[in-house]
């Protein structure tokens, strides 16, 4: 059974940082593509960012190109999102996702077997 845990959020001005961490349970976590989605009132889940099972690839939503970084130790079952040059607009409650079996589209909920709760994550400006 895998269980997600999101840390790390909270109430930032625009221009800080903040580091969220998802602590992964069970025994596929160091095989799994890890994904971050967030979720805006009134708005659909939609990607952030998600990282192959090694890490050496990365893929990110246009938007947070150069802002947000997503990384992930294997070691530790642990996948994190580095978030700086934080915007009013990133304000969302935050999800971490770990990928099924069977291949999808990673950059869709779809492709995700497993969900955390969320974190929510307030950029005021």
């Known amino acids: 059974q895998v269980q997600l845990v999101e840390s790390g959020g909270g109430l930032v001005q625009a221009g800080d940082s903040l580091r969220l961490s998802c602590a992964a349970s069970g025994r596929t976590f160091n095989r799994a593509i890890m994904a971050w989605f967030r979720q805006a009132p009134g708005k659909e889940r939609e990607f952030v960012a998600h990282?192959?099972?090694?890490?050496?690839?990365?893929y990110y939503k246009e938007s947070v190109k150069g802002r947000f970084t997503i990384s992930r130790d294997n070691a530790k079952n642990t996948v994190y999102l580095q978030m700086n040059s934080l915007k009013p607009e990133d304000t969302a409650v935050y999800y971490c996702a770990q990928a099924g079996l069977t291949a999808g589209n990673y950059y869709t909920p779809s492709a995700y077997a497993y969900w955390g709760l969320g974190i929510q994550v307030t950029v005021s400006s």
């Open positions: 990282i192959t099972w090694s890490g050496v690839s990365t």
